[in-house]
């Protein structure tokens, strides 16, 4: 019993926090902008399922706390109909009724009959609230704790690796790669491992001098911070950490929030890179990570956290900062995939406001509903797909196959 309380503390909570913060986060990105643009509104839900908790406020939005917290959503007035993927006639049958029962002026308090740009405001509300999620908690580390860094030293050269091919040699310090300045050996390995096959060209001091070398990535066992092992690009070199390598930069307001937006930025391009890369067919797949991997991570970071902590109040500042940079991290990403161009995602509803914009009506219903189910598909095989991921990194499919050996 208490192993199992162990593994709800380690890795179910954790989860939920992160997952619960992000999302929430996103739909009141939505909820603020309709808002502000005089959207009617008849509900904020945090979580889904049954309600635990409800009431409504004076202007008239029910809230709600469901008791499955690992989402949310925002209802807009009229999003209980066929009016959620309207075309030409949906939109005058509705147009109607509503004069009908609360005169013409009432009109633009709903969302469909929003301007085409603020429609595409709101949608774009919820991304945009992620990214600015990520952005104030990466900068408010910075100028709290500043960024501890540590050169990138050579401590070893693997025979037979691409790096002794290109002549690195024990103590060189990397200070540029891939035309980029570089300060810590942390950047030098995620510039290598997505980067399998790809010439990179890097700037060593050697006893005080520049010395150019090239090497290109082969795929091989690369372990990240909490111990996995995965196959990733690497060149053979382990990095020494000694102490007068490390310092800490520290950061004001404003150059804090500058490193917050580059990180944030730094995220999305890394994340576009390794599609790129997934749909050419130059990297696997096996990095995209479901629900199962997000709670994986979440619960052996917090392991992790725990073992070096000396007590109970150091452990909890320390998962607390743990927390808030798994939550920046993923923020990024759902805001991300969120606005990729798939129906049912904020992107695809940008998607077809394009399309309305040029063309003047919106697109046909049967169209959109297509459109939906289409996306709908897709974005369920992406999870199915990360779940089996996740499955595989667990060895659960071994664990099964062993019990029919």
Known sequence: MSGFLANMAFYVLPFIVVVGVVITVHEFGHFLAAKALGTKIDQFSIGFGKPIARWTDRSGVEWRIGWLPIGGFVRFAGDDNAASVPDQDDLEDMRRDLIAREGKAALGSYYHFKPIWQRAVISAAGPCANFVLSIAIFAGILMVLGQPISAARVAEVFPNAPAAAAGFQKGDVIVRADGKPVRSFEAVRELIILRTGVPITFVVDRGGHQVVLNATPVRGPVTDQVGHVHQLGTVGIRFANLPQD?????????????????RTADVI???????????????SADQISGPLGMAQISGDLAKQTADFSADLPTFALNAFLTVLQLVANISVGIGFLNLMPIPVLDGGHLLFYAYEAV???????????????????????????????DLQR??????IGGLFS
Do not use: W
């Open 359 to 389: 063309a003047r009506r919106p697109l046909a219903a049967k169209v959109q509903a297509v459109g939906y189910r289409v996306g709908l598909a897709l974005v369920l095989g992406l999870m199915l797909f990360a779940t089996v991921n």
């Open 394 to 399: 667990l060895r659960v499919f071994n664990f």
């Open 269 to 283: 391009q890394t994340t576009i890179f390794y599609i790129g890369r997934m749909v050419t067919g130059r990297e």
């Open 246 to 262: 490390q310092q800490t930069i520290r950061y004001g307001p404003i150059a804090a929030l500058g490193a917050g937006v580059g």
